[in-house]
């Protein structure tokens, strides 16, 4: 029971601090969105649905990519999972929060370009940052393998 109790609160510390990290991030995309389209301010409603959705973005990032849920799923089936289930959560705020004119076909893809360019530009970071830290621990091993043979 202990154990239990143990994980789930690991769970909820994860999300809580992946909620806070993509909320500032949405903030940041938001606040930019603004002065491209050169408005003064924004509404309560539109805050708190992007506050909900980087709860929900930081949920979906534990249930996809740690073992949770899931076990053994493969990296790219982990990705794919983000994407499609993120991708329906945040269209439906979208709709429900009216973010855009959802009758407009340029509305839409441009939600749908930004939202694919977001994520490949995130997944590109991230992958980017994993095979640096993997060289940087090869070497490592590499330097103390050197150091041990003398």
Not at 66 to 92: C, D, E, H, P, Q
Request: aromatic residues 20%.
């Amino acid at each position: 029971m202990k154990d239990k109790m143990r994980e789930f609160f690991d769970v909820v510390v994860a999300v809580k601090q992946r909620a806070a990290l993509n909320y500032t991030a949405t903030m940041c995309i938001y606040v930019f969105f603004l002065w491209v389209f050169k408005q003064d301010g924004a509404s309560l409603p539109i805050l708190f649905s992007l506050l909900v959705v980087g709860v929900a973005a930081g949920l979906m990032q534990v249930v996809a990519f740690s073992n949770v849920l899931f076990k053994k799923l493969a990296y790219g089936w982990r990705m794919v999972l983000f994407f499609v289930v993120f991708g329906a959560i945040l269209t439906a705020f979208a709709v429900g929060f009216g973010w855009f004119p959802t009758g407009s076909v340029g509305a839409w893809v441009s939600f749908a370009v930004i939202f694919v360019l977001i994520f490949v530009a995130i997944a590109g970071g991230i992958e980017i940052y994993y095979r640096a830290s993997g060289r940087k621990w090869d070497d490592r091993l590499d330097w103390y393998r050197r150091c041990k043979g003398e």
